[in-house]
């Protein structure tokens, strides 16, 4: 099973929004489910779930973090973006096997 | 608040085994699908294996199939994962996770750290 594709990183400045992508295929982030989820994660920290099926935020997650599927491709969209958003984020995925697949991890630079 | 701590790393050498344990509270255990998920020093996430409420079914990434195994006893709220023929690519924080099948993560521990080197 590969990793999912995201880029390595994305920056943007205080208060702009940003767009990780994590792409896969039709046996994972395509298939008919809609079982997408992203993690925020600060150096030395275990992850935080900020997104689930595709869109949906646990409670607690700030409404400045959306997300969206289309085709292979999700994404997680940070609107306003704070200095406290600086972290890596990782998209994951429910797969054909009923497995798990992570994407690989994108560093979210504020400038 | 649900807790999930994590224990039983250390250092191994290849070949070696280990077995890791997590215990959990603040929620109902046997209600729950639980992982392990696991990070290399520098690396992404790398999901596991995951187990269902019962134990009757369980599932692992490809690459772990054979060696590890994942098990729970729900009335001790504890999750295990007996890791076998441990290689140095094995080294990582592994993390024990609360599961439903939307996410692999739901809640996570704070990590145990295994390293294997000789």
């Known amino acids: 099973q590969s990793a999912l594709t995201q880029p390595a990183s994305v920056s943007g400045s205080p208060g702009q929004s940003i767009t990780i992508s994590c792409t896969g295929t039709?046996?994972?982030?395509?298939?008919?489910?809609?079982?997408v989820s992203w993690y925020q994660q600060h150096p030395g920290k275990a992850p935080k779930l900020m997104i689930y099926?595709?869109?949906n935020r646990p409670s607690g997650v700030s409404n400045r973090f959306s997300g969206s599927k289309s085709g292979n491709t999700a994404s997680l969209t940070i609107s306003g973006l704070q200095a406290e958003d600086e972290a890596d984020y990782y998209c994951?995925?429910?797969?054909?096997?009923?497995?798990?697949?992570f994407g690989a991890g994108t560093k979210v630079t504020v400038l | 608040e649900v807790q999930l701590v994590e224990s039983g790393g250390g250092v191994v050498q290849p070949g070696g085994s280990l077995r890791l344990s997590c215990v959990a509270s603040g929620f109902t255990f046997s209600a729950y699908w639980m992982s392990w998920v696991r990070q290399a020093p520098g690396k992404g996430l790398e999901w596991v294996a995951n187990?269902?409420?019962?134990?009757?079914?369980?599932y692992y990434v490809d690459s772990m199939k054979g060696r590890f195994t994942i098990s729970r006893d729900n009335a001790k709220n504890s999750l295990y994962l007996q890791m076998n023929s441990l290689r140095a690519e094995d080294t990582a924080v592994y993390y024990c996770?609360?599961?439903?099948?939307?996410?692999?993560?739901?809640?996570w521990g704070q990590g145990t750290l295994v390293t294997v080197s000789s």
């Open positions: 994951s995925s429910y797969t054909s096997s009923d497995t798990y697949v």
């Open positions: 996770t609360r599961t439903n099948i939307a996410t692999p993560g739901e809640s």
């Open positions: 187990i269902k409420q019962d134990g009757s079914e369980k």
């Open positions: 099926d595709v869109s």
């Open positions: 039709s046996s994972d982030v395509g298939g008919s489910y809609n079982y």
